[in-house]
């Protein structure tokens, strides 16, 4: 069985740092690009960053450049968004999914296959 379980999310201060695992169960994440997404009360779910199979590829969403970095350990069939500068726009359930590709191709939803449950992300003095 496929599946994707995300940890790492929690309450943290503005301007605090967080980071986000994905972790694969049931398939070899290493073929695949990776990308994490975030949902907002009442907002439709938006692409944050992705990363190819092979890590050599990276793409971010304008709103979270140079504040999140993502990465990969294919050893250890995880992928990680490290979250810094973290501001209360930033709240929102994390998620990460596996795309049908091997790059990066956007963030269209129905092209990333496997989802994972979810973790919540707070940003709040």
């Known amino acids: 069985q496929l599946q994707l379980v995300e940890s790492g999310g929690g309450l943290v201060q503005p301007g605090g740092s967080l980071r986000l695992s994905c972790a694969a169960s049931g398939f070899t994440l290493s073929y695949y690009a990776i990308g994490w997404f975030r949902q907002a009360p009442g907002k439709e779910r938006e692409g944050v960053s992705c990363?190819?199979?092979?890590?050599?590829?990276?793409v971010y969403a304008d709103s979270v450049k140079g504040r999140f970095t993502i990465s990969r350990d294919n050893t250890k069939n995880t992928v990680y968004l490290q979250m810094n500068s973290l501001k209360p726009e930033d709240t929102a359930v994390y998620y990460c999914?596996?795309?049908?590709?091997?790059?990066?191709?956007?963030?269209?939803?129905?092209?990333?296959?496997?989802w994972g449950q979810g973790t919540q992300v707070t940003v709040s003095s």
């Open positions: 999914a596996a795309s049908g590709k091997y790059y990066c191709a956007g963030y269209v939803l129905h092209e990333y296959t496997s």
């Open positions: 990363i190819s199979s092979s890590g050599g590829s990276t």
